[in-house]
């Protein structure tokens, strides 16, 4: 996806989408190639990273079966329910 940096604004670039310009976004200055400028014409790609996604998800499992198997104690949290 190509863009164009229509704009530097508050350590921002502000981008149009060159298929539609009417699609603006900003980006951080800091991830932006060392000394771009306006009117410069970035190449962009995004892409999922199908390995990082799987590692989160398992870890966020494994946090949450810790949390469900946590006990807790009935007098200090009576709205909490164990499901069964």
């Keep these: 996806m190509k863009a164009t940096i229509d704009r530097i604004e508050c350590e921002f670039a ?10 603006s976004f ?3 200055m800091a991830i932006m190639p060392e000394g771009c ?4 014409i970035v190449d962009i790609d995004i892409s999922i990273d ?3 996604t799987e590692e989160a998800k398992e870890r966020v499992s494994k946090l949450l079966d810790k ?3 946590k ?3 009935k007098e200090r949290y009576p709205y909490l329910k164990k499901e069964d």
């Design 71 to 73: 006990k807790y104690p």
């Design 67 to 69: 949390l469900k198997s």
């Design 26 to 28: 900003d980006l951080p």
């Design 50 to 52: 199908i390995e990082s």
């Design 37 to 40: 400028k306006e009117g410069d």
């Design 14 to 23: 502000v981008l149009l989408l060159r298929e539609d310009e009417r699609i």
